[in-house]
Nanobody, 124 residues
């Protein structure tokens, strides 16, 4: 079983920066692929970024490529999402997710555990 808790959300100005964290419990955290998804009001949840257990491979949605960076620290059981130059359209609840099979899924169905999410609001 894995429990995921996100933090670091809040209000940020467009063009600024923000770092989200996702802390995980469970001794096998380092074996899971991890991802960030987001859901804006009135929209479906969408993939943002994913990283393999080793950190050696990553995947990004086109909408955030070049602006957001996913990383992880397995010693701290934590995955991060560095958000640089955010835009108002990045406003959403951001959730982290864990996949037991260490594959960079872009669909929600590939993930086994989910956090509750943290709100990010980008002002113009």
């Amino acid at each position: 079983q894995v429990l995921l808790v996100e933090s670091g959300g809040g209000l940020v100005q467009a063009g600024g920066s923000l770092r989200l964290s996702c802390a995980a419990t469970g001794r096998t955290f380092s074996r899971y692929a991890m991802a960030w998804f987001r859901q804006a009001p009135g929209k479906e949840r969408e993939f943002v970024a994913a990283i393999t257990w080793s950190g050696g491979s990553t995947s990004y949605a086109d909408s955030v490529k070049g602006r957001f960076t996913i990383s992880r620290d397995n010693a701290k059981n934590t995955v991060y999402l560095q958000m640089n130059s955010p835009k108002p359209e990045d406003t959403a609840v951001y959730c982290c997710a864990a996949a037991v099979n260490d594959i960079l899924h872009t669909g929600m169905g590939g993930y086994d555990y989910w956090g509750q999410g943290t709100q990010v609001t980008v002002s113009s």
